[in-house]
């Protein structure tokens, strides 16, 4: 599978059939949370990350493959300054699946945002962020129904998400940057609100 283009569907035929616990949201919101708490495992600890998170006390090497790829465009789509970077969801037609998807990405995310272990202290916004996210991965998705109303509020939810990860990205990976910059008088990037 192309870092590319990662498939929602591909990647979740993978985890079912190595028995994995989670879905393809669910890992890579896990996958981004480690990115943006500064986390930058080595492939040996992504496969034992993953592999943890997944359930599996092996991740068939397909499967690692994938999840190699995924950290790596994950990466590269935060650093990007287009804001390119997009959550993993599903893109179903039905409005309650792909609203699911987005609750389990958030509680992914903040399980791998845990597990990163950040130890800066976070800006306003982006503790605020934290904590919504904290609130959507609770959310019941399953009672949405397909119309154009629940379709915006998914989206703009979507959309607040998205920047809410990329504005954790930035500032928490900018304050490490800034660390090793003071000591090599390199400046950090801005961050983005």
């Known amino acids: 599978m192309s870092a590319k283009k990662m498939s929602f569907d591909d990647l979740a035929n993978q985890i079912v059939a190595a028995g994995?616990?989670?879905g393809p949201s669910e890992l890579?919101?896990?996958?981004?949370g480690l990115l943006a708490a500064g986390s930058r495992p080595d492939a040996g600890r992504w496969q034992k990350e993953a592999g943890e998170?997944?359930?599996?006390?092996?991740?068939?090497a397909e499967l690692n493959n994938d999840v190699q790829?995924?950290?790596k465009k994950s990466l590269d789509d935060f650093s990007e300054k287009d804001f390119s970077f997009e959550p993993l969801l599903s893109d179903s037609?039905?409005?309650a699946e792909r609203g699911q998807t987005l609750c389990l990405w958030c509680e992914g995310f903040l399980h791998?945002?845990?597990i990163g272990k950040y130890t800066g202290e976070l800006l306003p916004t982006s503790s605020e962020a934290l904590k919504d996210m904290a609130e959507i991965a609770q959310l019941d998705a399953e009672g949405m129904e397909n119309?154009?109303?629940q379709e915006?509020?998914?989206?703009?939810?979507?959309e607040y998400v998205r920047m809410g990860a990329l504005n954790i990205f930035v500032e928490c990976n900018d304050a490490a940057q800034g660390d090793s910059a003071a000591a090599s008088q390199k400046p950090a990037g801005p961050t983005l609100h």
Do not use: N
């Open 28 to 32: 890579h919101g896990f996958i981004c």
């Open 20 to 22: 994995g616990k989670v």
């Open 152 to 158: 915006r509020q998914l989206f703009e939810v979507q």
């Open 93 to 95: 037609d039905e409005l």
């Open 147 to 149: 119309d154009s109303e």
């Open 53 to 60: 998170f997944l359930g599996l006390e092996a991740v068939p």
């Open 69 to 71: 790829a995924l950290a």
């Open 112 to 114: 791998g945002f845990g």
